[in-house]
């Protein structure tokens, strides 16, 4: 069984600052990580994925993450947090032997101060 | 630039009644799911499809529920009778293969008075 623990349900950051939104993850095979960005009554879009390649991931819209296996963590970062940046994030496993089903976690909404 | 079409977009309907949802994923595409996303939490798989048989439908309530592709392409996913529990946005993704990205489409909302 796979599962994903996002902490922290909501994020308030100010403009400018650091983005860090924490991931991790529970899979008794080697996964694929996802990151997905929600807006207010619009469906997933996909930020990054890892999927054994590379162990840090660039995505759209200057995000990041990094595969730690031993912490079972894939935490997203972003530099410099834009207004636009305000959003609902998910963080999904996926297990290929699977047929790729997603498991995703609780969701972390990120509020951007002026 | 080719999108998962949903329809409708919003759905309002008294408990007991039957709702129906459609989905038009993109072109080409021979893998399809439905989610259901409840407020506040993230999606949960109901049901997914590769072309037209179904290949994993453990999470569908099917005393209630009910899902079909018939010719492979366009869904439809019902139920009846909804209670008051189904409030949820239902979200329909695609993918080329099963392996591969899913894409969202903007989703169903229901609310069941």
């Known amino acids: 069984a796979q599962s994903v623990t996002q902490l922290g349900s909501h994020v308030s950051v100010s403009e400018g600052a650091l983005v860090l939104l924490r991931c991790n993850y529970s899979?008794?095979?080697?996964?694929?990580l996802f990151w997905y960005v929600q807006y207010p009554n619009q469906g997933l879009q996909l930020l990054l994925k890892y999927t054994s390649a590379a162990t840090l991931v660039k995505g759209i819209n200057g995000f990041e993450a990094e595969f730690k296996k031993s912490e079972t963590s894939f935490h997203l970062t972003k530099p410099s947090a834009h207004m636009s940046d305000a959003a609902e994030y998910f963080c999904?496993?996926?297990?290929?032997?699977?047929?790729?089903?997603?498991?995703f976690g609780g969701g972390t909404r990120v509020l951007v101060k002026p | 630039e080719a999108e998962v079409a949903q329809s409708p977009r919003y759905k309002i309907t008294e408990k007991s009644q039957a709702v129906a949802f459609w989905c038009d994923p993109i072109s080409g595409h021979a893998t399809l799911y439905w989610y259901r996303q409840i407020l506040g939490q993230g999606p949960e798989l109901l049901v997914q499809?590769?072309?037209?048989?179904?290949?994993?439908d453990s999470q569908l309530p099917k005393d209630r529920f009910s899902a079909e592709r018939l010719k492979g392409v366009d869904s439809t996913l019902k139920i009846q009778p909804a209670e008051l529990g189904d409030s949820a946005m239902y979200l329909c993704a695609s993918s080329v293969w099963r392996d591969d990205e899913q894409f969202f489409g903007p989703g169903t909302r229901l609310t069941v008075l």
């Open positions: 499809f590769q072309d037209e048989s179904v290949v994993d």
């Open positions: 899979s008794s095979v080697p996964p694929y």
């Open positions: 999904a496993v996926g297990l290929k032997a699977a047929g790729n089903k997603l498991t």
